[in-house]
């Protein structure tokens, strides 16, 4: 890690590595709303060497309130880690969302497409994503508050 460099809290990002969820935003549904972006990052330590199992799962959960009782996830969906070479994906993703809790019996993506086409209504929407690595190198530390901080390569800037 390079200790020297200073850390410029417009442009890194804070790697915060207990996070394993994005912020709370409110999307109403209604017809005009037509996307729900989330703006956030959430870093991932990945093993040294990657097996084909290591996927990322996504859910979207309706959270509790006046109308809702529990918490309850309406969709979800899993990506590989892995690319054809067998080395991690980087780069931006799409991945569609099926309607429901995650179902363990889909496990390939070839049941999630079967899925959809059986019934179109199981597919709740794409999610985009983007992948990007960070190197050790590329890592900064803050000697105060002792937290990691990096500089994306994207279009991304700090979210604090």
Not at 14 to 19: M, N
Request: proline share 5%.
């Amino acid at each position: 890690m390079d200790y020297d460099r200073p850390i410029d809290h417009d442009k890194d990002i804070h790697i915060d590595l207990d996070k394993t969820a994005t912020q709370y935003v409110r999307f109403n549904g209604r017809f005009l709303d037509e996307n729900l972006e989330v703006e956030d990052v959430i870093p991932v330590m990945i093993p040294a060497k990657l097996e084909t199992t290591n996927c990322l799962q996504f859910k979207l959960v309706l959270l509790q309130s006046d109308l809702v009782p529990r918490d309850y996830v309406v969709g979800w969906g899993i990506f590989p880690l892995n690319n054809s070479d067998f080395g991690l994906n980087e780069g931006l993703f799409k991945v569609p969302l099926l309607f429901g809790n995650v179902d363990p019996r889909i496990d390939k993506f070839d049941k999630i497409e079967q899925t959809m086409m059986k019934d179109l209504d199981s597919w709740v929407a794409n999610l985009y994503f983007e992948i990007e690595k960070v190197n050790l190198m590329d890592i900064k530390d803050d000697k105060k508050t002792k937290k990691l901080y990096y500089q994306p390569v994207s279009g991304m800037t700090a979210q604090e």
